[in-house]
Nanobody, 124 residues
Framework: QVQLIESGGGSVQVGDSLRLSCAAS????????MGWFRQAPCKEREFLAT????????YYASSVQGRFTIYRYNDKNTVFLQMNSLKPEDTAVYYC?????????????????WGQGTQVTVSS
């Protein structure tokens, strides 16, 4: 099982961009489909995006479709979330997660490994 560490969060203004990174340890990164989720205070964890094992297939929640892009570099054991046109409602703790099944999933319980999270704050 891989271990995941997110980075790249911070405080930005409305309309700004951020790129989150998730570095994985271990040799099996390429066997996981990867996802990004977020959780705002007093809200449930929300699925954002997922990318297949080889990076050829992606899927997005409607709330971020067209603004966020997920991609991965397996040779660097890293998955990214490029976030553009950020809004105050994007404020949350962002988590990357690994799913050992390459079947597309937007359900958190299908992901068996999680990072510690990185805070994103968008101010107006």
């Amino acid at each position: 099982q891989v271990q995941l560490i997110e980075s790249g969060g911070g405080s930005v203004q409305v309309g700004d961009s951020l790129r989150l990174s998730c570095a994985a340890s271990g040799r099996s990164f390429a066997t996981y489909s990867m996802g990004w989720f977020r959780q705002a205070p007093c809200k449930e964890r929300e699925f954002l995006a997922t990318v297949s094992q080889r990076g050829g297939s992606t899927y997005y929640a409607s709330s971020v479709q067209g603004r966020f892009t997920i991609y991965r570099y397996n040779d660097k054991n890293t998955v990214f979330l490029q976030m553009n046109s950020l809004k105050p409602e994007d404020t949350a703790v962002y988590y990357c997660a690994g799913n050992p099944d390459d079947r597309r999933s937007f359900i958190a319980v299908d992901y068996n490994t999680w990072g510690q999270g990185t805070q994103v704050t968008v101010s107006s």
